[in-house]
């Protein structure tokens, strides 16, 4: 028997979107190989309706199973199966599915319930499909004696009868859902080191959106540890993104004493602050053709976040706010950061800027007419400018 093995893989969404479906495909299949190129010899085919992803064809299983792990990565993917490769024969394949039971009932133990599900891309192939499960599934009951269960199976042997081969596959891996990186613009992420910011980054990569990321630094109150900490988060992002993240630094120390001493008692320095993040992101955002903001931001998680608060920082900007996580209790997003690698490199303890020059009891209801008062003692058009104009950009690579 053919030791040929190949992944299947599955999209869901894409089917929605219409008119769209072909230019969804094609991105889902260029990331789809952006994510196996660090495989040598793998390869992603797309033939009747399907993607298959092929691990190296002198690959041994450990080549299989890091074939799955990268595509476990790519957005837009509902599911997926790695499969055996055999000859379009019963006989081939009935062996194949017994085989494939067999590492199930390794799995789970005792005797499970199974069906077997055939799909022919090649409808020609005879027997027809009802017949091909009946013929499969025979061999299985004789082989295994498992029972079937139609209705709720605990496992699914699948067969697939495609035009030069047949695939047989028991197994079934989650992917991650959402829609391709790429096709639905690009946005920039105001990343810091917290936990939730690289979270709302990934909500936006898993809607189909390509990042870029501004991080503001007041050196030397926020340490080379700290910026380092978060180009570790973008690259760990691209890592999902399946491509560099243009991170721009922003030197913003002296911008935030000037903006703490506009402040008066500083009760709205944090508000202050904030307004002036997204106007210079905005600047960054629109030199790299993006068309919205993204925060970490959560409602009411701290002083910052209030509804009055969140309303004044985003009247700085004319551009969509984006805040992924605003529903999220930070426990949710707690999971998600763990669940996605950013979570460790997250509560690494260096300090936030914002957390400088902050009295004990900020300003929970910010009033406009007072930011505005406050604003109207420095030239905040001109620091946005030039934070931005000064921005150092670091290429985020996919580690
Ligand atoms: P995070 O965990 O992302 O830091 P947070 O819950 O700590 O969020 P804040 O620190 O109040 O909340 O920040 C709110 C949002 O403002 C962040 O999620 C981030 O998008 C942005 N932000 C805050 N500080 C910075 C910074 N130094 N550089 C870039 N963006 C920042
Ligand atoms: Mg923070």
Request: hydrophobic letters at 45%; proline letters at 5%; charged letters at 25%.
């Amino acid at each position: 028997m053919s030791e040929r093995k190949v992944v299947l893989l599955r999209y869901g969404e894409i089917f929605l979107k219409g008119g769209n479906r072909g230019f969804f495909e094609k991105r889902l299949v260029s990331n789809a190989k952006r994510a196996v190129a660090q495989i040598a010899g793998s390869r992603i085919e797309r033939v009747h309706g399907r993607v298959l992803a092929w691990p190296p064809a002198e690959g041994d299983a450990a080549d299989g199973k890091k074939t799955v792990r990268a595509l476990e990565r790519v957005f837009g993917l509902t599911s997926l199966s790695p499969a055996h490769v055999v000859e379009r024969d019963l006989a081939a394949i009935s062996r194949a599915a017994v085989e494939g039971a067999r590492a199930e009932v390794a799995r789970r133990g005792g005797k499970p319930t199974f069906k077997v599900e055939t799909r022919r891309a090649d409808k020609r192939f005879q027997p027809a499909s009802p017949e091909v499960s009946r013929q499969v599934g025979a061999a299985i009951v004789e082989a295994l004696g498992l029972p079937v269960d139609v209705h709720a199976p605990m496992f699914t042997v699948g067969v697939e009868i495609g035009f030069e081969h047949a695939f047989v596959f028991a197994e079934s891996v989650p992917g991650p859902g959402g829609l391709p990186v790429g096709v639905t613009g690009r946005v920039e992420l105001l990343l810091s080191g917290g936990i939730d910011s690289p979270v709302a980054g990934w909500m936006m990569l898993k809607r189909g959106c390509e990042l870029g990321a501004t991080y503001f630094h007041s050196f030397p109150y926020t340490g080379d540890q700290a910026k380092e900490k978060v180009i570790t988060l973008a690259r760990k992002l691209a890592a999902w993104q399946l491509g560099d993240v243009r991170l721009k630094v922003v030197g913003f120390t002296d911008v935030q004493k000037a903006l703490r001493d506009a402040s008066g008692d500083g009760r709205l320095a944090v508000v202050l602050y904030r307004r002036m993040m997204l106007r210079v992101a905005e600047r960054l955002a629109r030199a790299d053709k993006a068309r919205a903001l993204v925060t970490g931001e959560a409602l009411a998680q701290v002083a910052s976040q209030t509804l009055e608060n969140l309303g004044v920082i985003g009247d700085a900007t004319r551009m969509p706010m984006l805040r992924p996580c605003l529903g999220h209790d930070k426990q949710e997003t707690i999971a998600i950061a763990r669940r996605i690698g950013t979570y460790d490199t997250s509560i690494l303890p260096f300090d936030d800027c914002c957390s400088l020059f902050v009295p004990e009891h900020p300003e929970t209801r910010a009033k406009m007419e007072d930011v505005v008062a406050c604003e109207a003692r420095v030239d905040v058009e001109a620091m946005a400018d030039a934070c931005a104009g000064g921005a150092e950009l670091v290429i985020a690579r996919v580690a």
